[in-house]
């Protein structure tokens, strides 16, 4: 029996790269993709000298290249014959407060978190509806739960897009034939520990390692669930929190 396949975006470092170590050792062959590629072609060195019978290969990508993404996605479905999940998480988290003049790093947050996120499901869903099977996941963020203050603000819309690009397709899916054979996964992850918040103090409570936390959303990712905060504890009710709690408690919480 052939092993599961599984393309994972922004692979090169922090939550990808081990979401690709974690799946390897759970039996998949990999698809990486990610703009630094000599990062890939060392995860990669990495994981076959873990795993030699796994198959992996890496593509250079950068999602805001919109052709680029179409022709990733199918030439790592040419190399592996299908693609059975794929893993929308290439981002980053770059902000500033609205109207200090720094739209600039604003729009690139929101070119390549919720643009190049369109661009990958849309050519996701390609794949999918030719092979009338697949599971898109995609890496939200608790953040995306409400309004987020200054910094945080565009990348924290960007998030809550993507959420509602994956569920629109969910609820396209419903009720069709490829209502069971194409999954649509959103995840909420909380704070872990990654590149991107390298700067957050280590200590906190709430921050997760990395390995703990990406354990927590490949669980969430092999059980197929519509939608998880993660890890489950304390994000699952923090989160609710953060969605349903008084501004003025969310301001103290955030």
């Not at 039996?27 to 796994?54: K, Q």
């Not at 704070?191 to 390298?198: C, D, H």
């Amino acid at each position: 029996m052939a092993a599961p396949t599984i393309l994972i975006t922004g692979a090169s470092s922090g939550l990808g790269a081990e979401m690709a170590r974690q799946f390897a050792a759970k039996g998949y062959d990999l698809a990486l993709a990610a703009r630094r590629l000599e990062l890939l072609e060392e995860l990669r060195g990495e994981i076959v000298a873990a795993h030699p019978e796994r198959r992996v290969v890496v593509r250079a990508l950068d999602v805001t290249d919109h052709d680029a993404v179409f022709e990733v996605v199918r030439g790592f479905r040419d190399d592996l014959g299908r693609l059975d999940r794929i893993v929308v998480n290439a981002g980053l988290g770059k902000g500033a407060k609205l109207g200090t003049g720094r739209f600039d790093a604003n729009l690139q947050t929101a070119m390549t978190n919720f643009v190049g996120a369109l661009a990958q499901t849309e050519a996701a869903m390609e794949v999918f509806r030719a092979q009338e099977a697949g599971h898109l996941v995609m890496i939200s963020s608790v953040s995306a739960l409400r309004g987020m203050p200054s910094a945080m603000t565009t990348y924290a819309a960007t998030k809550a897009g993507v959420a509602h690009l994956a569920e629109g397709v969910r609820t396209e899916l419903y009720g069709t034939k490829l209502q069971k054979k194409i999954k649509v996964t959103v995840l909420y992850p909380g704070y872990i520990r990654s590149e991107m918040n390298a700067h957050v103090d280590q200590a906190t409570p709430l921050m997760a390692s990395t390995e703990k936390g990406v354990a927590s959303m490949v669980a969430a990712i092999e059980k197929e669930v519509a939608d998880a905060c993660v890890p489950q504890l304390p994000w699952t009710p923090l989160g609710q929190v953060i969605k349903h709690a008084p501004l003025a408690v969310v301001k103290r919480l955030i």
